[in-house]
């Protein structure tokens, strides 16, 4: 049960598109198609973001997509808007029957 | 309106138990999944445990099996989580999270608040 693989920090100047990696094993990531992301601003609730790898809860920003390839999910956000300055977290089920997280992107809005 | 209210947390002396308790409104408690999961104070999210509907399921993190026991009444729509043998690293806010079907595979959409647990003497 390792956490899933994000880097540290990722950042972007506004209007331009970022991407955060994600990367896990054949036996979460890749095995399955439950992927989700999450936001999560300091001292608040994390929100749901992306869910099944590339759908959106209603109410989520369209900037907001994802996407898998292999072992490795990704989050895309473009536009990037000073408010997407936070944190980001990855998350799949697993062969386990368990799941697991991703350690976390600090996303920086130049 | 969703709503998941945790309790149950507190100072608490290492080796002691806890319970920690979520009540639920504004959705059918017994169609939905339940987790818990953790942050420890500056730190990432940490999956701790999920239960399906029927209680048939339970699934725990390495690190807890063993320690932690998830419970549901769906009468009552509380979700528990009985914590023994506490450790300092348990110290953390401990959220209460829906799932979006009755399965443990399928995502956790909405969060409550959280309630923290610190373990120390």
């Known amino acids: 049960q390792s956490a899933l693989t994000q880097p540290a920090s990722v950042s972007g100047s506004p209007g331009q598109s970022i991407t955060i990696s994600c990367t896990g094993t054949?036996?979460?990531?890749?095995?399955?198609?439950?992927v989700s992301w999450y936001q999560q601003h300091p001292g608040k609730v994390p929100k749901l973001l992306i869910y099944?790898?590339?759908n959106r809860p209603s109410g989520v920003s369209n900037r907001f997509s994802g996407s898998k390839s292999g072992n490795t999910a990704s989050l895309t956000i473009s536009g990037l808007q000073a408010e997407d300055e936070t944190d980001y977290y990855c998350?799949?089920?697993?062969?386990?029957?368990?799941?697991?997280f991703g350690g976390g992107t600090k996303l920086t809005v130049l | 309106e969703v709503q998941l209210v945790e309790s149950g947390g507190g100072l608490v002396q290492p080796g002691r138990p806890l319970r920690l308790s979520c009540a639920a409104s504004?959705?059918?408690?017994?169609?939905?999944?339940m987790h818990w999961v953790r942050q420890a104070p500056g730190k990432g999210l940490e999956w701790v445990s999920a239960?399906?509907?029927?209680?048939?399921?339970?699934a725990y993190v390495d690190s807890v099996r063993g320690r932690f026991t998830i419970s549901r009444d769906n009468a009552r729509k509380s979700l528990y989580l009985q914590v023994s043998s506490l450790r300092p690293e348990d110290t953390a806010l401990y959220y209460c999270?829906?799932?979006?079907?009755?399965?443990?595979?399928?995502?956790?959409?909405?969060w409550g608040q959280g309630t923290t647990v610190t373990v120390s003497s």
């Open positions: 999270v829906k799932g979006s079907s009755g399965y443990n595979h399928d995502v956790m959409d909405v």
């Open positions: 504004g959705f059918t408690f017994d169609d939905h999944a």
């Open positions: 239960i399906n509907w029927n209680s048939r399921d339970k």
């Open positions: 054949s036996s979460d990531i890749s095995g399955y198609n439950y």
């Open positions: 099944d790898v590339n």
């Open positions: 998350s799949s089920y697993t062969s386990s029957g368990t799941w697991v």
